[in-house]
Every structure is written in C-alpha cells, then in structure tokens.
T-cell receptor, first 117, second 113 residues
C-alpha cells in the first residue's frame, strides 16, 4: 500500500497476556520508529530500526517490551505479561534514512489501540 | 534535555475566527521542527517542517513560522474540517543519530460552524 499499515487496529488483552503488534512501513523506507501515545498526550519514542538493525531502544519502558524487524521491512512490537499501564495507542512511523533536508519526515500509521483489562 | 510545550491545550473557535497555536521548545541546536495534524482514531499526518529561524511555510489556511524559541501555527478563517489535534515535534541533540522526534502534548482545536 501507499502508507504505513498497522494491525490489529484494536487489541484487548487480559492482564498477563502477551501481545504482538505489526507494522508494515512504506516501501523503500529504511528507518522505522515505534511510539507510544497515552490518552491526551503526544507520542513518546520507544525504539528505532535502520533496516533490520535496532539502533536505539532507549524508550522501551521495561524488558517486557521487545521489537524486531528481521528482514528490514515489517516490524513487530511484542509486549510480554501485559499490565494495565501498557494501555495506550502504539504508533509506527517510517521514513527515508535519517539525514538531509526532506528526508527526516516520518509518516505514521493509524496505530494500534491496546486495552489491558 | 530537549523539551516541547504547546499552548493552549484546547482551543474553540467560531468558523472564520483566525487564531494561532504556540509551540515553545528548549533545544540547543535545533535540527528541525515539525507540525502534524491528528484526527481522532488516526495517526499523525505531516503538515510542515521548519529548519531555521525566520522560515515560514503555508498550506491552505495554515501558516507555520519559526523563531529561535518557538513556532506558531496560524490558522486563517478556519472551517469545521480544521478541527483536530495539532502536534509539534522537534529534532534536536536528544534525537541522536536516529531522527527520533520529541513531541509536545498537542493542542486540540474545535471549530464550530
């Protein structure tokens, strides 16, 4: 497709369950970002991939959060043993390789809304 | 630490009533400032990017300006379809070499007919 695609759009999990969120970036985009957006707040950075390499995971809130992009295209964000505080919208964004004017624009998917009961 | 603060948090306008949204930033060495629009249930949609003080960009009823300390998003004669949350984000030293964006909390605009 032409844009960033995320699935599922909505996910309800019981506390303690594991979840996996998928992101399909724009074709040709080397950079891929995951952000977490709490209700009424701006997105907060979680992790960054350049192709298949995870170069920055400084925003992951705990070791229950894990992300991968094994072939440099589709990425999966996994949350183990979900907690209520994990409830949020998880946004994926992609861009051309960082650097140079016009190449820094990140294009976002619609997000996955995770509700942990 | 790079910080971004947006004001007001919420703004209600009548159709045709022009106004401005503010984005103040504390970044030593700004490498880019971005404005996004976010509709309920959707991801942020790119509007503008500004790189240096004095720069201005326009798109339809929107105009973004940048100074050394803040950016304004001016909305001229808004229409109900301009209702959305407007997000400001910066790219600074805290972004490292990854290009990660640091966002403000957003301004929710409601335009009434």
């Amino acid at each position: 497709g032409a844009g960033v695609s995320q699935s599922p759009r909505y996910k309800v999990a019981k506390r303690g369950q594991d979840v996996a969120l998928r992101c399909d970036p724009i074709s040709g985009h080397v950079s891929l970002f995951w952000y977490q957006q709490a209700l009424g707040q701006g997105p907060e950075f979680l992790t960054y991939f350049q192709n298949e390499a995870q170069l920055d995971k400084s925003g992951l809130p705990s070791d229950r959060f894990f992300a991968e992009r094994p072939e440099g295209s589709v990425s999966t964000l996994k949350i183990q043993r979900t907690q209520q505080e994990d409830s949020a919208v998880y946004l994926c964004a992609s861009s051309f390789l960082f650097g140079g004017e016009g190449k820094n624009i990140q294009y976002f998917g619609a997000g996955t809304r995770l509700s942990v009961l | 630490e790079d910080q971004v603060t947006q004001s007001p948090e919420a703004l209600r306008l009548q159709e045709g009533e022009s106004s401005s949204l503010n984005c103040s930033y504390t970044v030593s060495g700004l490498r880019g400032l971005f404005w996004y629009r976010q509709d309920p249930g959707k991801g942020p949609e790119f509007l503008f990017t500004l790189y240096s003080a004095g720069e201005e960009k326009e798109k339809e009823r929107l105009k973004a300006t940048l100074t050394k300390k803040e950016s304004f998003l001016h909305i001229t004669a808004p229409k109900p379809e301009d209702s959305a949350t407007y997000l400001c984000a910066v790219l600074g030293p805290g972004s490292g070499n990854t290009g990660k964006l640091i966002f403000g909390q957003g301004t929710t605009l409601q335009v009434k007919p």
